[in-house]
């Protein structure tokens, strides 16, 4: 009897195969859907030479849900309507410049980009009033809910069950006894502490509650990255609030809250017609998260015409649902009109190199640039970034303030004295690219004056940093700052 041995089949081999089919594709989706060359190669370079967990991590934190609208924008459906509400818009936002004179004419590229961007209008009779710190926010935000009299719009990142969180909590449940309507959009991973008592409480109470981008599994990182970091009050159309502060205790420098570090942060009211694109965000983002939907009925839109004060304001958001990096977009724009001076203030620095070159080149051409940053992060790997980039900032001449008192988590920009900027989002490539975030454009020499002032006061509280003692750092620690910027993309 003649036997045959058949050659055995070797699975290792085919696998290796299939392994090797899968980094080639994975690298192909990098290559054609990462718009920054810089990440386009931190992910490669991640995919080829580590293995399973680089391609893990690409799909985690690296997917570009820009080319992939999250949900449409549009609340009017009507092209014809949409179209009309275009030239209202552009008309009036373009008389608003005129009414503004010489002042408001060296903002209407910025104007006009941000309105081609996302028809974002540029609104004027406006009264801003800074808020700063948790102190003056609350006490500014229950005096709004208190004279609610139709609906009151709210939507924030982090909003906890705790003495704040609860006050907030009881003074809705309050108005919705009056008639008020309540609508709630919270972030899922944000808020987590919420869903314990506080929405149900709200739910039983009658208000509408929903999680934002709801996560099954807090193991689906894509989920954890795209949240929305907003923090929006809208309350009968006319008044709103945005800015970095999220509900909750430790933003109150109260002793009753044993904070373990002060915390700095600033936040902004607007009444008059600035808050109708606030408003307009929050409806988009309610009709993606409830099945209630919303139509854009009159009671929800301050009139264009009502009169508060004289600020210009212009609403300006963006995340993996918008087109374009638009707040990185209307920082370069702003950043490029400065002639005089530049005030910064983050928590995270992390620019990339777009925006890194604008401050280099604007602190070169003249333009006395200042960068106000936490003395030390909430993140070791986030800080020992951010201290990468500061010492081609410094060779630029620009000057760089590390606030000592607590932990800094403003977002603020003020450009010439004229222009102001409050929001919500850092100076990262998170905020940039994956996170949904707002902030408020003010032209008004007023209100930019006081933010002026009010940078100039957190300085006393900060420490410059030498340039030359900077550069003569160890060098273990500037080996660390440098590893810590190669993955700077990523975080």
């Not at 009169?307 to 958001?317: A, C």
Request: aromatic share 10%; charged share 25%; with cysteine.
């Amino acid at each position: 009897m003649i036997e045959f041995n058949m050659p055995s089949f070797d699975w290792l081999i085919v696998l290796e195969i299939l392994y090797v089919i899968l980094v080639a594709g994975v690298c192909l989706r990098i290559i054609y859907e990462t718009r920054s060359s810089t990440k386009t190669l931190a992910y490669l370079l991640l995919t080829i030479f580590v293995p399973v967990a680089g391609i893990i991590l690409y799909f985690s934190i690296g997917v570009n849900y820009r080319n992939k609208s999250m949900y449409s924008k549009k609340l009017i459906k009507d092209q014809g309507m949409q179209e009309r509400l275009r030239k209202e818009i552009y008309k009036s936002s373009y008389d608003a410049l005129q009414s503004s004179g010489r002042y408001g004419s060296d903002y209407k590229g910025l104007a006009h980009m941000i309105l081609k961007d996302s028809m974002s209008p540029l609104t004027t009779n406006n009264k801003i009033k800074i808020l700063i710190n948790g102190e003056d926010t609350f006490k500014e935000i229950l005096s709004a809910i208190k004279h609610a009299k139709n609906h009151i719009h709210l939507e924030y990142y982090t909003f906890e069950d705790d003495r704040i969180g609860n006050t907030i909590k009881n003074a809705l449940i309050a108005k919705i006894k009056e008639g008020v309507e309540v609508r709630f959009i919270y972030d899922h991973f944000g808020s987590r502490s919420l869903e314990k008592k506080i929405a149900g409480e709200l739910k039983e109470a009658g208000a509408e509650i929903f999680p934002f981008h709801k996560i099954t599994f807090l193991l689906l990182a894509n989920r954890l990255n795209y949240r929305n970091h907003r923090k929006i009050i809208v309350i009968d159309a006319c008044t709103s609030f945005v800015g970095g502060i999220n509900v909750a205790d430790r933003y109150v420098n109260d002793p009753i809250n044993k904070n373990e570090v002060y915390w700095r942060d600033t936040h902004i009211r607007i009444d008059g017609p600035g808050s109708l694109y606030l408003q307009y965000i929050f409806l988009c983002d309610w009709n993606f998260c409830s099945p209630n939907k919303l139509v854009p009925e009159q009671r929800f839109f301050c009139e264009l015409s009502d009169t508060y004060e004289n600020s210009l304001v212009q609403i300006v958001s963006s995340g993996p649902d918008s087109v374009s990096p638009s707040i990185l977009f209307t920082l370069l724009k702003a950043i490029d009109t400065a002639k005089e001076e530049i005030l910064i203030t983050t928590p995270y620095f992390i620019p990339g190199e777009s925006l890194m070159d604008a401050l280099i080149i604007a602190s070169m051409s003249g333009v006395n640039v200042k960068l106000l940053v936490p003395y030390v992060s909430d993140s070791r790997v986030v800080n020992a970034a951010a201290h990468s980039y500061y010492g081609d900032l410094l060779k630029a001449g620009v000057r760089i303030f590390r606030y000592k008192k607590g932990f800094i988590h403003a977002k603020s920009l003020v450009i010439d004295n004229k222009l102001a900027i409050v929001g919500t989002a850092n100076m990262d490539q998170r905020s940039f690219d994956l996170n949904f975030e707002v902030m408020a454009l003010i032209l008004d020499h007023l209100v930019a004056e006081d933010l002026r002032a009010v940078f100039n006061r957190d300085l006393l509280d900060a420490e410059e940093i030498d340039g030359l003692r900077w550069a003569d750092r160890a060098r273990w620690r500037r080996l660390v700052e440098k590893s810590a910027r190669m993955i700077s993309p990523l975080l």
